[in-house]
């Protein structure tokens, strides 16, 4: 009992993003901020705010704390407060629980269910080890990286080769850690794959599904219990004035630094000290060039080759948006009429919107999306799964919402990007 009670404290110590207030739990506001697309936004991004992927006519959201408020006012702006979720009793999770939040899986879970579906069904199903997260790089606990792939095994198949006979489609959630709808989402699509009719589409297509792609960040978030710490980065780095680590959507080396980024260590969208300076980054990329041709020529205005084949879809949330590149410009790119129509229709599926993000939202460089079509010339997605509010709104969702809101709408989507991505140009 005393070694438990001692692991537990560790834990909490090691996790925390940040110190606890002196005066207590403290409530989490959501404010209203006017900021029409294009420099009002941009300069809300670059500030360092955590500004929310979702959009209101002029106004976008920002979570804070009670000083917030007072903060963006001296910057200029004029918010007024949505949302005021209170304090709640902390109650962390037991170190040998599977879920929390009333049934969100924990990261040792979510990778214990990929070893449980590969061997219940080796004809389908192969996991891949792709990298180490920053923790355990750092010999200081951490996770492996994996991936699953579900197809119908035929010789070449799950190769890390980008000559492998059939078309892929690449699935990730939980990139920022708090989003935990996109890794549920995960894990009901590899169930779905190898028990319903979805299965007779692997004949001619492979799957790769990374549910959790920011490990570190994600056991900040499930070490709350039934309150999820809103941990969006990963754990690389100190802070004294909010969350530490790297924001792994701002990251990525597709015009890196830029909008939308920031270089405060305290900031959300903090974009580390240099492109692909993560290891979670390096791996996702170095994932990608072993899964897909590289089809694209350099420059922001060249487009993929006609036999480009393959998707790459980013599950994030929320605001109920299907997002395309360029997210770094509205410059539209050389395939902008194929990804504007598939994005379009997978949006109609949904009742999500469709657009470049500084259409809908803002723009933001550094994103993986852009740096897969740019690399690769592969056609990529982010979903912002989820409203921003109501009973199944926002970051942390009761779980019940999952089964009967959001998985009908991702699950429709989901099957039009495997058609998709046969023949996507």
């Not at 009002?40 to 002029?58: C, H, M, N, P, T």
């Not at 891949?128 to 997260?133: A, H, L, P």
């Not at 070490?223 to 980065?233: F, I, Q, T």
Request: glycine share 10%; proline share 7%.
């Amino acid at each position: 009992m005393r070694t438990a009670v001692a692991l537990l404290a560790c834990l909490a110590l090691l996790l925390s993003p940040s110190p606890a207030p002196a005066e207590g739990p403290q409530a989490t506001f959501v404010l209203r901020v006017p900021a029409p697309l294009g420099d009002s936004a941009q300069r809300l991004l670059a500030k360092g705010y955590d500004v929310v992927e979702q959009r209101d006519g002029d106004d976008l959201f920002v979570i804070g704390s009670k000083h917030t408020a007072d903060e963006l006012r001296a910057d200029g702006f004029q918010p007024s407060v949505e949302t005021v979720m209170p304090p709640s009793q902390w109650a962390p999770r037991s170190l040998g629980d599977s879920t929390y939040y009333g049934g969100y899986r924990t990261v040792p879970a979510h990778l214990a269910h990929l070893d449980e579906i590969s061997a219940a069904h080796p004809e389908l199903a192969t996991v891949v080890d792709y990298g180490d997260s920053w923790r355990k790089s750092q010999g200081a606990g951490g996770y492996d990286l994996k991936a699953i792939c579900i197809t119908r095994k035929a010789p070449g198949d799950c190769a890390l080769t980008p000559t492998a006979p059939k078309p892929r489609l690449f699935v990730m959630g939980q990139l920022h850690a708090r989003e935990i709808t996109t890794g549920d989402m995960g894990w009901r699509f590899i169930d779905d794959l190898v028990g319903s009719d979805l299965t007779a589409m692997l004949d001619s297509l492979e799957v790769w599904v990374v549910p959790i792609a920011n490990p570190d960040g994600v056991e900040i978030v499930e070490s709350g219990g039934d309150k999820p710490v809103l941990h969006r980065k990963n754990t690389n780095g100190t802070c004294t004035n909010g969350q530490r680590g790297v924001d792994l959507n701002r990251n990525a080396g597709s015009h890196w630094g830029e909008v939308g980024t920031s270089s405060n260590k305290c900031s959300e969208v903090y974009r580390g000290p240099r492109a692909d300076s993560e290891v979670e980054t390096q791996a996702l990329e170095s994932l990608w060039r072993k899964l897909y041709r590289d089809t694209r020529a350099p420059g922001d205005t060249a487009a993929a080759s006609p036999d480009t084949t393959g998707a790459v879809i980013s599950m994030h949330s929320y605001g109920n948006y299907v997002l395309f590149p360029w997210g770094w410009s509205t410059q539209k790119t050389g395939n902008d009429a194929s990804l504007r129509k598939i994005a379009q229709d997978m949006a109609a599926l949904s009742g999500f919107k469709a657009g470049q993000p500084g259409e809908l939202l803002y723009n933001a460089s550094g994103a993986t999306d852009d740096w897969v079509y740019e690399d690769l010339g592969v056609p990529s997605f982010v979903w912002e799964i989820g409203a921003s509010s109501g009973t199944c709104g926002g970051f942390t969702p009761p779980y019940s919402c999952q089964k009967d809101v959001h998985w009908p709408k991702v699950r429709s989507m989901l099957v039009s990007a495997m058609k998709a991505a046969h023949r996507p140009y």
